[in-house]
């Protein structure tokens, strides 16, 4: 069971003191996922904020409403964001500009945003295309995903120009007021996730690599197609597995939690119980199948266009998986269209 410090988050505009030294705040988001978690940490002379929200008229109403009634007339002396994806990025420049602050984070994560937000071509939804097609999508289907719009210049309205790189071989801990939090670099979720874990407090501000409810997303990208994105997700768990059983954990979406053994065995179980999902449906028929025949039995509800991007990548990434630990075949026939069928 996990154990919760709070039942219910912060209201909008309002905030929490979660832990000493730590500011919880709310943000909301426009999709099925609603909200995302912000962290405030005390600094010298002001704030160092994890995360900053997407980039939208809603979030930045709320963040007028904290530079008055949360900050009062302290400024933000650094931004750290965990890895590019909008909610986390999004308001990152617009706070920079503000507070004239610098923005830490790692390298590919700085490197991948600019890559999307300025729509290089492995990066955009129209290459992901190819790979769908190459895993047996059909045509219709394929054609709810040919969006020349950049979505995440939605969400990430304008780029940082420049930050500080964060790499925890060279520098493993950061110095926020006096209190050191070291750097664990997480894989599988976005290319070189950090989460921060103060050993003092026993806090890990974990990002989006250990949620309370939802499993973190992990799928395969049209820049990768054949990676193995899982293997390195299950290792990134396995450095979070060493923390202390008493770590309050501070995840970007749900509520902070106790419980950090049981949610890492939890979600172990959710992906064992998925490979052996796909070994029954493998197992079931008499041809190797695509992706695009395994994915509906699977994911056994309606789902959106969205949701179902999700659910392809994620189905290529389970079976990807399977293929690079040899418990499955892959089989690339003359029309191309990928097929897997169990190891004898
Ligand atoms: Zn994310």
Redesign the pocket.
């Known amino acids: 069971m996990l154990r919760y410090l709070h039942t219910t988050p912060p209201a909008p505009g309002a905030v929490v003191e979660i832990a000493p030294d730590v500011l919880w705040l709310r943000m909301p988001l426009p999709f099925a996922l609603d909200h995302i978690n912000l962290w405030l940490l005390r600094d010298t002379d002001g704030y160092v904020l994890v995360d900053c929200g997407y980039g939208d008229k809603a979030t930045r109403e709320l963040w007028e409403r904290h530079f008055l009634t949360t900050l009062r007339d302290l400024p933000i002396t650094r931004i750290l964001v965990t890895?590019h994806?909008p909610?986390?990025l999004g308001n990152a420049d617009w706070l920079m500009q503000r507070f004239a602050c610098p923005l830490s984070m790692t390298a590919t994560e700085f490197l991948i945003a600019h890559a999307i937000f300025h729509s290089g071509v492995p990066f955009t939804a129209l290459a992901t295309i190819p790979l769908f097609r190459a895993h047996g999508i059909d045509t219709e289907q394929l054609k709810t995903f040919a969006t020349q719009t950049n979505l995440y210049r939605a969400g990430v309205p304008s780029m940082p120009m420049r930050y500080h790189r964060i790499n925890k071989d060279i520098e493993p801990t950061l110095d926020i007021d006096t209190n050191p939090w070291e750097i664990i670099t997480g894989y599988g979720?976005?290319p070189e996730h950090v989460s921060f874990y103060s050993p003092t407090s026993h806090v890990l501000i974990s990002?989006?690599m250990l949620l309370p409810k939802i499993s973190t997303?992990v799928s395969v990208w049209a820049f990768e197609p054949e990676s193995d994105p899982l293997t390195y997700f299950f290792a990134s768990l396995e450095m979070l597995a060493a923390l202390p059983e008493n770590t309050l954990v501070l995840p970007?979406h749900g509520l902070p939690f106790y419980g950090i053994g049981e949610r890492i065995k939890q979600l172990r179980e959710h992906h064992e119980e998925r490979f052996n999902d796909l070994r029954a449906i493998l197992r079931s028929s008499p041809h190797p199948l695509s992706a695009a025949e395994i994915y509906p039995l699977l994911f056994r509800r309606d789902l959106d266009t969205y949701q179902r991007f999700f659910a392809i990548s994620e189905t290529i990434a389970h079976l990807n998986h399977l293929w690079l630990s040899n418990d499955a075949m892959r089989h690339v026939e003359s029309n191309s269209v990928i097929r897997f069928s169990l190891t004898e």
């Open positions: 890895h994806h909610d986390h979720h976005a990002g989006d997303h970007s």
